[in-house]
Nanobody
Framework: QAQLAESGGDLVQSGGSLRLSCTPS????????VGWFHQAPGKEREAISC???????DYVDFVKGRFTISRDDAKNTVYLQMNILKPEATGTYYC???????????????WGRGTQVTVSS
C-alpha cells in the first residue's frame, strides 16, 4: 500500500533549526510535486512550501529566507530545512504529493500522518 511519512520533528529552542523529511513507500516522488503544510494547535492546516518536479520552490512569505525545501530523487525524499525557528512554528507538519508535478498543488494524492515540532521560547 502506498504511503507517505514525515520525520524529523522535535523539541527545539527558539532560534534553532530542524530538518524534516518526507519519504514515500510504494511509489517514487520524482513524478510528483511535494508540499509541506503546518498545522498549529487549534488552527487549520496551511501550506508553507512546495517543490515541483523541475525543482521550482515556492514559499509563503513568513518562511522565506528561513526555510528551504529540497528534493533528492536518488533518496526518494523531500526535505524541509527550517532555520531560525520561532515559537509560532510549533505544530504538526505534513507533506503531500500532487501528480501534476506543479506548484501550487491543486490536488493531494497522498498525505503523511505528520511530524510534531515544538519550539520553546
Amino acid at each position: 500500500q502506498a504511503q507517505l511519512a514525515e520525520s524529523g520533528g522535535d523539541l527545539v529552542q527558539s532560534g534553532g533549526s530542524l530538518r524534516l523529511s518526507c519519504t514515500p513507500s510504494g511509489f517514487t516522488l520524482r513524478h510528483y510535486s511535494v508540499g509541506w503544510f503546518h498545522q498549529a494547535p487549534g488552527k487549520e492546516r496551511e501550506a508553507i512550501s512546495c517543490i515541483s518536479v523541475n525543482n521550482k520552490a515556492d514559499y509563503v512569505d513568513f518562511v522565506k529566507g528561513r526555510f528551504t525545501i529540497s528534493r533528492d530523487d536518488a533518496k526518494n525524499t523531500v526535505y524541509l530545512q527550517m532555520n531560525i525557528l520561532k515559537p509560532e512554528a510549533t505544530g504538526t507538519y505534513y507533506c503531500s504529493t500532487d501528480i501534476s508535478g506543479e506548484c501550487p498543488q491543486e490536488r493531494f494524492d497522498y498525505w503523511g500522518r505528520g511530524t510534531q515540532v515544538t519550539v520553546s521560547s
